[in-house]
């Protein structure tokens, strides 16, 4: 996996210029044809993302042919996992911390470490504390539930005026219900889907599987909060870097590909593409933890509205491919959840199809957009739906096999996308 090189963002989009500059300038110096870009997902540090971007990226170098000269750039952001969120491929000690048994929903050091990480700034931390109490208390008393959610909210709360409400959301359908509606109900909604994702017996009385769904709208709204910023970093950081090397780079393909919220994180980069940069030879969204209408030029539910990314299709010069499993329960159970609309939680009716993700059952409401199963061959331009669930198959609780990726078969789809040129 040589040559190689980190971009590291924060928050905000801003890129390490230290990095950038070194991609820019190493690119020309190899003669780089094909620059593959892999964006992470909810990984905890950037060790682990490093160690993903590498097994991701080990089958290309035998993949390609003698003409095409490979590069590999790697983009880390802050995001976090849930401790215990296992990892298909990664030892046990490093893809999931030890934690309290699963009868607990207690908030263990090491989620409270990384979520003090992910939140920081004034009073977060003492949120963060009283959050931790509440959960180790689980008092029966509705108005401690009530309590709990509001210090979630708050949490993950941008100001009213912050860019950063652009890049939240999908399809324009506004903050979802998990953030506003009765926070028993949502966790009753959210304990409910948890047991039915497989998760192992949440033991205790009424009260404590209670409060496993507070627990779990706590993880939710972490992860809101995570799609956000997925956003953010792609248009505002990781489009303009891809700019730069597009003019510092003339002839450059690049091939993007993310997984999970990282998928958001490419496209949105296309959307933040300078005008005139056709750099971006093909896009491979892996178990994309976004709307499958977010391509949509007009929503089936809302004709007056199309998707946030309506037209990046276009500014590809070559397809769009979406990779999804209906093994994935994190995006087939528990994401339509989490992205409901706020006040229509009473009615779950087409939950699935309004609120799906990508990653889950593919591209949506796009006219001519293709759907094919794993290995068959790709259209040349657009946006494509691959069935991968042969190979995206593993993977336990909560999740299921949200993150198994790594896969030979993933790689090769990549390489018939960006059209490399095989071995």
Not at 75 to 93: H, K, Q, T, Y
Not at 181 to 189: G, S, W
Not at 196 to 218: F, I, Q, S, Y
């Amino acid at each position: 996996m040589e040559p190689y090189w980190d971009l590291t963002f924060d928050a905000d989009g801003d890129v390490h210029p230290a990095q950038r500059d070194q991609l820019l300038s190493g690119a020309e110096d190899a003669g780089i044809t094909d620059l593959l870009v892999f964006a992470h997902g909810w990984n905890n540090d950037q060790a682990l993302a490093r160690r993903l971007h590498g097994r991701f990226f080990a089958p290309f170098a035998r993949l390609a042919g003698p003409d095409v000269r490979l590069g590999y750039a790697g983009v880390l952001w802050p995001a976090m996992r849930f401790p215990r969120e296992r990892i298909p491929d990664f030892e046990p000690s490093v893809a999931a911390d030890a934690g309290p048994p699963v009868a607990s929903p207690a908030l263990d050091e090491a989620t409270r470490h990384l979520l003090a990480r992910i939140f920081p700034g004034p009073g977060q931390a003492d949120r963060l504390d009283r959050l931790a109490r509440l959960l180790e208390e689980r008092s029966a008393v509705r108005s401690r539930v009530d309590e709990f959610a509001r210090h979630v909210r708050d949490l993950v709360a941008v100001r009213e005026t912050s860019p950063l409400h652009e890049f939240a959301d999908d399809t324009g359908a506004g903050e979802p219900a998990m953030l506003t509606d009765d926070a028993v109900e949502v966790c009753e909604v959210l304990v409910a889907a948890l047991e039915g994702t497989g998760h192992p017996e949440l033991l205790g009385g009424l009260r404590d599987r209670l409060w496993h769904g507070a627990r779990e709208l706590l993880r939710q709204a972490s992860y809101y909060t995570m799609k956000r910023r997925a956003g953010t970093v792609g248009q505002l950081g990781l489009g303009p870097a891809l700019g730069l090397l597009a003019a510092d780079v003339p002839g450059l393909r690049v091939h993007l590909v993310g997984h999970s919220f990282g998928a958001r994180l490419v496209a949105y980069a296309v959307r933040g593409l300078p005008a005139g940069a056709g750099c971006v030879a093909s896009v491979t969204l892996l178990q994309g933890a976004f709307s499958h209408y977010a391509f949509s030029e007009r929503l089936p539910h809302d004709r007056s509205r199309g998707g946030a990314l309506r037209g990046v299709p276009a500014r590809v010069d070559g397809p769009l491919v979406a990779c999804f499993s209906r093994h994935d329960d994190a995006l087939g159970k528990l994401y339509p959840l989490a992205s409901k609309l706020a006040g229509d939680s009473a009615s779950f009716w087409g939950l699935w199809e309004r609120w799906g993700a990508v990653g889950f059952d593919g591209i949506k409401a796009v006219g001519g957009a293709a759907r094919v199963r794993l290995a068959a061959a790709l259209p040349r331009r657009g946006c494509v739906s691959v069935d991968a669930a042969a190979v995206v198959r593993r993977g336990g609780p909560p999740s299921g096999a949200h993150s198994d990726i790594c896969h030979a078969e993933l790689a090769r789809v990549v390489c018939a996308a960006g059209r490399i040129a095989g071995a």
